[in-house]
T-cell receptor, first 116, second 112 residues
Framework: AQSVTQLDSQVPVFEEAPVELRCNYS??????LFWYVQYPNQGLQLLLK??????LVESINGFEAEFNKSQTSFHLRKPSVHISDTAEYFC??????????????FGQGTILTVHP | DAGITQSPRHKVTETGTPVTLRCHQT?????MYWYRQDPGHGLRLIHY???????DKGEVSDGYSVSRSKTEDFLLTLESATSSQTSVYFC???????????FGEGSRLTVL
């Protein structure tokens, strides 16, 4: 079984400031890691994922996350945030391999609020 | 859009009544999932399906049943709703090639 801990329930920042949303996981097997974003009254959308290969993964809108196996972390970062980044962000983990992509264990979520 | 439709989008019901939520997909994906979202808990897997008439339990399956008689439809049933089942329910389908889950827009259920 896996577990995910998002270390901050709320993160307020000012526009154009950098941000880091922290995620730690626990698992006895190899994992895939994901960050999903949820805008108000909407479903979740995939932001980025780590399946294998390079431990640094990037999204199309400037977010990046680094898989750190020794620290069992997958922190999400952005060097300069925009008002439109205001949303709730979820870190998730699944067992690697096979067809287990959809059986995700989610963290509790981090609400990112970007102030002007 | 990933072609997922949930119905109803909003429902208020009373304790002890049966409730069925429907998820319909147009993507012909094999895997479908039901999650519930609650503040402080993120999303938790209720049940999932890996094909017609093939389903399995997730983390929080007690009090829920599912059925999948067609590839495109996955039904979640609360046989006798309780207040603890007040939640937002999300259906999702899985893209086996990319590892991405596509979510529906959610069904908000209130049990009084």
């Amino acid at each position: 079984a896996q577990s995910v801990t998002q270390l901050d329930s709320q993160v307020p920042v000012f526009e154009e400031a950098p941000v880091e949303l922290r995620c730690n996981y626990s698992s006895s097997v190899s994992v895939y890691l994901f960050w999903y974003v949820q805008y108000p009254n909407q479903g979740l959308q995939l932001l980025l994922k780590y399946l294998s290969g390079s431990t640094l993964v990037e999204s199309i809108n400037g977010f990046e996350a680094e898989f750190n196996k020794s620290q069992t972390s997958f922190h999400l970062r952005k060097p300069s945030v925009h008002i439109s980044d205001t949303a709730e962000y979820f870190c998730a983990v699944s067992e690697a391999g096979g067809t287990s992509y959809g059986k995700l264990t989610f963290g509790q979520g981090t609400i990112l609020t970007v102030h002007p | 859009d990933a072609g997922i439709t949930q119905s109803p989008r909003h429902k208020v019901t009373e304790t002890g009544t049966p409730v069925t939520l429907r998820c319909h997909q147009t993507e012909n994906h094999r895997y479908m999932y039901w999650y519930r979202q609650d503040p402080g808990h993120g999303l938790r897997l209720i049940h999932y399906s890996y094909g017609v008439k093939d389903t399995d339990k997730g983390e929080v399956s007690d009090g829920y049943s599912v059925s999948r008689s067609k590839t495109e439809d996955f039904l979640l049933t609360l046989e006798s709703a309780t207040s603890s089942q007040t939640s937002v329910y999300f259906c999702a389908i899985n893209s086996p090639n990319t590892g991405e889950l596509f979510f529906g827009e959610g069904s908000r259920l209130t049990v009084l």
